[in-house]
């Protein structure tokens, strides 16, 4: 009986009703979330993915495919602009390698050091301090560019353009990420370590050097490898700060190259320098995992922050 | 190992402008297992922090075998502590955990192997050293936490509610370990919790502390028997808390009387005289049938019955309008009453005792300290079965 009155009552509903409840199920699967969600995806990995694609191309042409090669990249062929040979690209390989590498010293320490200051003071200051060191996050990149500019060119005028100011440029604002990053890590290991280990008769060199640096590892890994992709994939500062010939970077060479002649090549480049940001990034979070493991399922500090730096 | 004596002279500790401690006093003789007690926010943690170092007071002293220790920076001091959340390393195993306070002692290599090995034995845990914090039961990381601190032969041992985040079952074996475990050390033991099974099973002594000040000090049993305040007398089990009017004493026993009922009250504060309260535990209280005349009897109505298993509690409206409590052991037979009965609630003048103080109502603050039945309030009559904490 019930069998029979089955596809009965189905008929029931029009076309456009079962649609909007196969999308809008309350019961079911949160399907219309899903398809939005991929939508978003398809539509930003897209344009990577073809650029990525073109970048093998056998021809000059960026719109029709004309087989696979790799000779963009390592052609030794004075006619073709490859990745690795070209003096230009290769330079501004170079010296984004540079730059990110000297960055990922210097702002990594100072930031470690400035979020544990920042942890342990406590009273004026403090709150205002923590909330300003947010600053240079939200601000504007080509602000900030100017205004070292503006500092490089008017007042500090010792400091020259080119790859020094380019990494000042650099650390001032990696620092911030660094420090983010591992603040949050402070705070989510709290301060019952340090305390357990003064218990146990550790002075405070020896809480820092065997407990709270070996606790902060991950975050210290992670950081340097988010400084490390910012750093890369700069383009704003190192324009502004650049003195021209020797200091292009690859976000800029990339800029030039596609205004005046784009070629398969300045896809190329594009496509190295994002597989280095993306496994410096990937390495960072595995990092951070692995050294995190068997903690308890605490929010840990880079998934929130892994999100905002890249 | 060579129990310390602790001593907490006139302790204060202000946070800003709120005082957390406010002026308590504290012997602990060496060896003793002491229990600090008391619901969330009323000093006793902090008055633990400041004894390890963690605080430092805003007055007052903290001597350890007669000296001050208040300004000895934590790793100076000799005691150690066994945190709520165990606070073992993450990145270092069981030996390692162990061994580093050793290690900071600059104690040669064969010495420490040695007594991180007693130290795994005492808390049957051989075996363990590879292992990494993170890949042990709660329970067992507990016993790192102890051995981590015991293994310094410290002259105290600080614990600041080890057992809180362990299932109830573990807790009870692990109390009673704990117990053989400080009997077996000799050491002092400064315990907090605010779990008051937890302190009188395995106390020596206990300090019931109330916003910041201790209430009373004792061995449980003097707690439980003779409470002198009305916070003492509902914070450690379940209590029958009275108002009544004290008459005068005769005989050693004071009258007091309760509506129209007088009844005679031969503990605690018998001279009083005035408003005053009365307490009597549920298990003192006989339920007797209907019209039994004598002294100290007041009728009332069974209002509710409540299996416990072990026993029934049973609920009594008095005639005079407040309810009661009665505990009924359970031996087997049939309950005699039943929900709406007339009975005669008998309390024996030597349970029934006068508090001295009428003021400090217990916090509520903390739903896991506060004792779950109140039978001299009203009891709503949606209100789900009262559980009962003792």
Known sequence: MSQALAPRRESEFGYTQRLRGWLGNHWGKPRFLVLVTWSYIVWSIVPVLVAIQFSFNDSRSLSSWHGFTLKWYTSTNPNIDSVFHSAELRGALEQSMKLAGLDVLIATPIGVLLALGLARWRGRGSGASNFLMLFPLVTPEIVAGVSLLLLFSQLLTFVPFGTVAQLLGHVTFSISYVVVIVRGRLFSIGPSYEEAAADLGAAPATRLTRVLLPLLLPAIVASAAIVFAISIDDFVISQWLSNGANSTTVPMEIYDATRATPQPSTDGIATVIMV??????????????????????????????????? | MAGGEVEVVDLVKMFNEVTAVDGINLQMPAGEFFSMLGPSGCGKTTTLRMIAGFEQPTSGQILLDGRNMAFTPPHKRNVNMVFQNYALFPHLNVFDNIAFGLRRDKRPKAEIRRRVGEALELVQLTGMEKRKPG?????????????????????????????????????????????????????????????????????????????????????????????????????????????????????????????EFALYAANGDVSTTGETRIVIRPERVRLEAHGTSGENRIPGMVERVVYLGNGNQIIVG??????????????????????????QAYMPAEALRVLTDTGTAPLEDDPRARPAVRPVEPIAEEASTPNVNV
């Not at chain 1, 995992?289 to 068997?294: A, L």
């Not at chain 2, 407040?322 to 009924?328: F, K, S």
């Open chain 1, 276 to 310: 280095i940001t993306l496994l410096s990034v990937v390495a960072g979070v595995l990092v951070y995992r692995f050294f995190t493991r068997g903690e308890s399922g605490r929010g840990s500090a880079i998934d929130d922050v892994a999100g905002f730096g890249i």
């Open chain 2, 135 to 259: 890949q042990m039961s709660g329970g067992q990381q507990q016993r790192v936490a102890l051995a981590r601190a015991l293994v310094l032969q410290p002259a105290v041992l600080l614990l600041d509610e080890p057992l809180g985040a362990l299932d109830a079952k573990l807790r009870k074996t692990l109390q009673i370990e704990l117990k053989e475990l400080q009997q077996q050390v000799g050491i002092t033991f400064i315990y907090v919790t605010h779990d008051q099974e937890e302190a009188l099973t395995m106390s020596d002594r206990i300090a019931v502390m109330s916003a910041g000040r201790v209430e009373q000090v004792g061995p449980p049993q003097h707690l439980y028997e003779e409470p002198t305040t009305t916070f003492v007398a509902d914070f450690l089990g379940v209590s029958n808390l009275m108002t009544a009017t004290a008459r005068g004493e005769s005989n050693g026993r004071c009258k007091v009387s309760l509506g």
């Open chain 2, 318 to 343: 008095l005639a005079h309008g407040e309810r009661i409590q009665a505990l009924v052991q359970n031996t087997g037979d049939e309950l005699a009453y039943r929900q709406g009965d007339p009975v």
